[in-house]
């Protein structure tokens, strides 16, 4: 069983992520746990190394440098816990996101019930679907068998009836499963998850027990037609997720062991960590994070006691990138160009960033392309994720983006932008936020490591997150309106506690800001003008205390949805104002 | 930092594992000397199965159909062979639909593989087998040049080099090709259309060697029965002068072009290898490499993207780049002796 961690003082956490592996130190200062330092590193996944240990040995030998301190003794090993002498650490904890993507078949019995929750719990972890199976499934078993022969997944995802419910028509499903298990030589037999009736726990072992790598039982994701529950079955995934890179490649293992078995999926210990937020905040809005890296695109959603994480490697920016063609066209991704550049650029941008997926841009040009490619990406993600939430949030229409409070955005998209107003007008024009919500971008991409160290020490986390670890871009109002460009849609004054204040007056289709330092609050008087809706109810307002950030307090009038001019010249003319107002060159 | 290392060598070792994708027969022996499209090892593969539903076609339990079955694991069975027949005055039975072998009875069910194809692996390289991988394939050594590139078709074949491409940034066009090039392996530039592709496919030639291709042909040229490869990327980039220079100098020597699909886990990548006479073995590439004055590097990033120099220097702590990023980079030389500031992670050292 894992040790815990409450009583240890320092934690090491690394996230080996699909292009870099980072080492971070938390240790207690001042009676309080911080963020004390990160050493980067190339994961070592691939090619020549196979083996993310080095990489993680890397990124601390990088940290030892920076902390001035020992963690890794003259064979590289981990030093645990702290010694007299102020070396090595007292706990470990480890997120992991490299690795090839994994091939999954979902099982279910109606394409609305069973196979959505499939689906749904699938892309809680890093895979992608290739294949299909259900009762409107027309193809005979012996096609089904030569397409799993064929696609070879890594991961198989059972469910369907109620507990206690059909029996029969599961059976039927699982023998193509079995059989094509069978036909498989030992070492590339899938992974198989039975998240169904419970009642058929022998049954599923009797067909397919013997002949997956490895056999697992979660509560069923649809206990009744009425209910949903994929929390308890994607706690098992991210177990079978880590089963299944222990397998694939060299290096899990003993950093599994070095963890003492706190090791899990990056984007679930990001989900963790935003369910924990939710209940921490309480608030009736939703806490939203994003993360836009290399290996995928994660949106992790808190509402209330209910979360839902999707974790899409379609949408990831590393070598997954030709792809995102199969979901968008180029002319899309250029419509978020501040440069004119042709379609043919953007293509080629894709397959070439796609062999080097840890390459940065290093001129303006690239980086403007980088940038649109990003906001495509997280653009497509966020309104897949939108699909998956719950009914009955607080929101302020039902097709626009929920309410939310605060959001939360890291992975490299995001926190290598070269000026915080370029990662806040990303996330701006993808999330589309609506009302009043804080922007926080995750420049060391905590979120995750904290997530994972949550379970074990929920003192942490708290203490880091109010540590200033996260940079607060500042407090965003997007009014919900419709009007025509230029037309005034809402005014507003901020009382500063030096009894400052300062005023702008929002017209539609524009970017403002006020000035509102990290660490400063201040009261926001907002009038809504031609019927405008900030949380507030249509056409209301009211004051509300507001808290500082890089950029202060930014008032986006351009409308929601979002809805660029057609006229490309006139677009780029607009997203080049829209950067140089958030501080932009 | 750790730096990615791509492959363009003079004169190296070369060890390459080549493996069935299922177990089969090894067909070579240690110490064997192979050529290129010698056959190393091979297994017969069924891409498709019938499931024979005995139970339901006879309308009998799971269990009587069991006994009613006829074959056994392992039979060799030609079409319209009897599986299994009911009883009754007029019985019914179940035939092999079509000719294949059974590998599953039981549950009142028959599964069989048809459509068996033989699946030949072929040694790719020329040289010297240095370890026998029993049931799935051979290890293989060999000296020579060496090119690695970033994509291949998947294919691989053996021919005489062909120079077409008069200088790194050469386009191959359909015009270029003609009959004498039949059975070469030609270096060429970019290609930009389809049809060249076509066309090198008509005369046949054996390969191309390409410094770039557009994305809109990858399929085209996934569809091609002759090695492609790629040094550089896509769209219309020339090729890097260290590939360039080692290509032009080797035209008319017997090349291999291994047109591997790239997989950056496994660690596969498409080359070409020129075998060349030794009296001892090169030392063989390094495979890691940290970023050092004095290695030669190749920009794998806009701008100088395909550009080789050497590292002069690792700038210390980050760097601001043109972009406003910041990053760990180095003072690179370039071969037109301009000296720029590149970030590390757009560098990879070559040699």
Known sequence: ?585 | MLAPVNHISGLTSIVRERLLPVSGTVLVRLNQKVSPMDVVAEARWAREHVLLDVARLLRVSTNAADRLVKCKVDDELAAGVEIAVGKGLFPRSVRAPREGRVVAVGGGQVLMEVGQSKVELRAGIPGTIVEILPNRGAVIQTAGALIQGVWGNGRIDSGLLVNLAENPDGILTVGKLDISLRGSIILAGMVKDAETLQAAADLPVRGLILSSLFPSLIQKAREMRYPIMVTDGFGSLPMNSAAYKLLSTNAKREVTVNAEIFDRYSGARPEVIIPLPISSNPPSPREVETFAPGLQVRMRRPPFMGMIGSIVSVKPGLSVLPSGLRAPAAEVKLENDQTVVAPLVNLEVVG
């Open chain 1, 1 to 585: 069983m894992p040790s815990s961690l409450v009583d240890g003082n320092s934690l090491l956490a690394i996230d080996v992520g699909a292009a870099n592996t980072r080492a971070v130190h938390f240790d207690v200062i001042e009676g309080e746990y911080r963020f004390v330092a990160s050493g980067t590193a190339p994961t070592t996944a691939e090619a020549p190394f196979k083996d993310v240990a080095e990489g993680a040995r890397n990124a601390i030998e990088n940290l030892q440098k920076i902390l001035g301190r020992t963690l890794l003794d003259g064979s590289r090993g981990l030093i645990t816990p702290t010694q007299p002498n102020g070396s090595g650490v007292d706990a470990l904890v480890v997120t992991l996101s490299a690795g090839p993507v994994i091939k999954t078949v979902v099982v279910g019995l109606l394409k609305d019930v069973s196979l959505e929750s499939a689906r749904r719990l699938t892309e809680s972890t890093y895979t992608r679907i290739v294949d299909t199976i259900g009762l409107t499934d027309q193809r005979k078993p012996d096609h089904q068998i030569d397409s799993i022969l064929r696609l070879r997944p890594d991961l198989v995802v059972i469910t369907g009836g109620t507990d206690g419910g059909a029996s029969l028509s599961i059976q039927k499903l699982l023998e193509p499963i079995g059989l094509a298990s069978f036909l498989l030589p030992q070492e590339k037999r899938p992974a198989v998850l039975f998240a169904g009736n419970e009642k058929m726990e022998a049954e599923v072992k009797t067909l397919v027990g013997e002949l997956a790598t490895s056999l697992h039982f979660s509560p069923n994701v649809r206990p009744s037609l009425e209910t949903e529950d994929l929390d308890p079955a994607e706690r098992e995934l991210a177990r079978m997720f880590i089963n299944i890179r222990k397998r694939q490649i060299k290096g899990v293992d003993l950093l599994d062991l070095w963890s003492g078995g706190h090791i899990l999926p990056t984007a679930y210990a990001t989900g963790r960590m935003v369910r924990f937020l939710a209940k921490v905040y309480g608030s009736k809005k939703g806490i939203l994070s994003v993360d836009l890296g290399a290996s995928a695109a994660v949106i992790a959603a808190g509402f209330n006691g209910k979360s839902t994480l999707k974790v899409m490697p379609q949408f990831g920016l590393g070598e997954n990138l030709p792809g995102l063609l199969n979901y968008t066209s180029l002319d899309d991704i250029l419509r978020w160009s501040s440069l004119d550049v042709s379609t043919g650029v953007v293509r080629d941008y894709l397959y070439q960033k796609a062999l080097y997926p840890s390459t940065i841009a290093a001129t303006r040009e690239d980086l403007a392309i980088a940038q649109a490619v990003a906001r495509q990406a997280l653009y497509l993600a966020m309104q897949s994720a939108r699909r998956d939430f719950p009914q009955n949030i607080a929101s302020i229409k039902p097709n626009l983006t929920p309410l939310f409070e605060p959001i939360l955005a890291g992975g490299g998209a995001l926190s290598d932008a070269s000026h915080p107003g370029q990662s806040l007008l990303l996330l701006l024009d993808t999330i589309q936020p609506v009302g009043v919500t804080t922007i926080i971008i995750d420049q060391n991409n905590l979120l995750p490591l904290l997530g994972s160290a949550a379970s074990q020490n929920n003192i942490l986390p708290v203490q880091v997150l109010d540590s200033g670890a996260f940079l607060s871009v500042g407090t965003v109002v997007s009014p919900v309106v419709s009007a025509t460009y230029g037309t005034p849609v809402l005014r507003a004054k901020l009382n500063y506690e030096n009894g400052a204040e300062a005023r702008v007056d929002l017209k539609y289709g524009t970017l403002e800001t006020l000035p509102l330092a990290n660490g400063e609050t201040g009261n926001l008087t907002i009038q809504t003008l031609r019927g405008a809706d900030v949380g507030f109810g249509p056409g209301r307002s009211g004051t509300i205390p507001v808290s500082g950030g890089a950029l202060g307090v930014v008032f986006d009038g351009r409308g929601r949805p979002l809805d660029l001019p057609s006229d490309a010249v006139r677009r780029r003319e607009l997203i080049k104002k829209w950067v140089w107002t958030l501080g932009g060159e």
